[in-house]
């Protein structure tokens, strides 16, 4: 099972961009399926984005499109979230999380993940 450590993050304007970094330690990194899924008290766990082991295959939820960028190098075992264009509902405690489940992208939920991370904090500002 791979350990994972998030960087980026803090307090950004609305409009802004902020880059989130995923850092996976443990074999096996292109076996899964790598993603982000934000939290907040008053909103259920919610992927924002998914890449599949290869980085050929993306999905995003529909709130982010066209926003935000996930992307992964498996030479170095990390994985990206470059979000831009930042809205007051984008604040969110973030995690990456390492998916081992076979089977598409969309549809997941990141409580059947294999593990995640700490989180990161991003607040924007209005």
């Known amino acids: 099972q791979v350990q994972l450590a998030e960087s980026g993050g803090g307090l950004v304007e609305a409009g802004g961009s902020v880059r989130l970094s995923c850092v996976a330690s443990?074999?096996?990194?292109?076996?899964?399926?790598m993603g982000w899924f934000r939290q907040t008290p008053d909103r259920e766990r919610e992927y924002v984005a998914l890449?599949?082991?290869?980085?050929?295959?993306?999905y995003y939820t529909d709130s982010v499109k066209g926003r935000f960028t996930i992307s992964r190098d498996n030479a170095r075992n990390t994985v990206t979230l470059q979000m831009a264009s930042l809205k007051p509902e984008d604040t969110a405690v973030y995690y990456c999380?390492?998916?081992?489940?076979?089977?598409?992208?969309?549809?997941?939920?990141?409580?059947?993940?294999?593990?995640w991370g700490k989180g990161t904090l991003v607040t924007v500002s209005s």
């Open positions: 890449i599949s082991g290869s980085g050929a295959t993306r």
């Open positions: 999380a390492a998916d081992s489940r076979r089977g598409g992208l969309p549809g997941r939920r990141p409580e059947g993940s294999d593990s």
């Open positions: 443990g074999p096996g990194f292109t076996d899964y399926v």
